[in-house]
T-cell receptor, first 115, second 114 residues
């Protein structure tokens, strides 16, 4: 199993600013992911965070808006850049240990409100 | 690409009655299937998964799910619901031949009425 922590747990930000969310896993994991969960909706995959290389982004998400780092096997950051109210959402970090037969673990989320 | 459908928005059930949350999936190959639960202001918690073998899988908190290949379904069940089961439930699928992406359904709000 893996225990995932995220910082901050919540934040209120002004339009046009940026916020970096940190994700720490208590053990080495195979893959790390970032999801967005908008109010009352399901989880949407933003990107897969690759260690030591550029993240793999899903359709509709770009690096300039959501730069991601993963410097080692247990840590990743997601930055939400040039924020607008439409970016208000819960951002979830997730990790996969081992192979694809395994369940993913999720952090508690970062609740972002953009005013 | 894989996808999941959870047809109901909300499931209301009286405490002590059986609980069913429906899920159907679509993948190009064979699926890995998962159920997660989300309590208010908390992250997702893993409940159970189907990988291979017995079509009936048992998970945490008395939940179980039945894999039906012909109907491409993976419904979540609990014989006797508790008020504490009130939460948001997500079905998810991963294609065995895919890229480890996990696709989620829209979620079902379960309300257990005392």
């Amino acid at each position: 199993s893996a225990v995932i922590s995220q910082k901050p747990s919540r934040d209120i930000c002004q339009r046009g600013t940026s916020l970096t969310i940190q994700c720490q896993v208590d053990s080495q994991v195979t893959m790390m992911f970032w999801y967005r969960q908008q109010p009352g909706q399901s989880l949407t995959l933003i990107a897969t965070a690759n260690q030591g290389s550029e993240a793999t982004y899903e359709s509709g998400f770009v690096i300039d808006k959501f730069p991601i780092s993963r410097p080692n096997l247990t840590f990743s950051t997601l930055t939400v850049s040039n924020m607008s109210p439409e970016d208000s959402s819960i951002y979830l970090c997730s990790a996969l240990t081992g192979t694809s037969v395994n369940e993913q673990y999720f952090g508690p989320g970062t609740r972002l409100t953009v005013t | 690409a894989q996808s999941v459908a959870q047809p109901e928005d909300q499931v209301n059930v009286a405490e002590g009655n059986p609980l069913t949350v429906k899920c159907t999936y679509s993948v190009s190959g064979n699926p890995y299937l998962f159920w997660y639960v989300q309590y208010p202001n908390r992250g997702l918690q893993f409940l159970l998964k189907y990988i291979t073998g017995d079509n009936l899988v048992k998970g945490s908190y008395g939940f179980e799910a039945e894999f039906n290949k012909s109907q491409t379904s993976f419904h979540l069940k609990k014989p006797s619901a508790l008020v504490s089961d009130s939460a948001l439930y997500f079905c998810a699928v991963r294609d065995r031949r895919g890229n480890n992406r996990l696709a989620f359904g829209k979620g079902n709000q379960v309300v257990v009425i005392p």
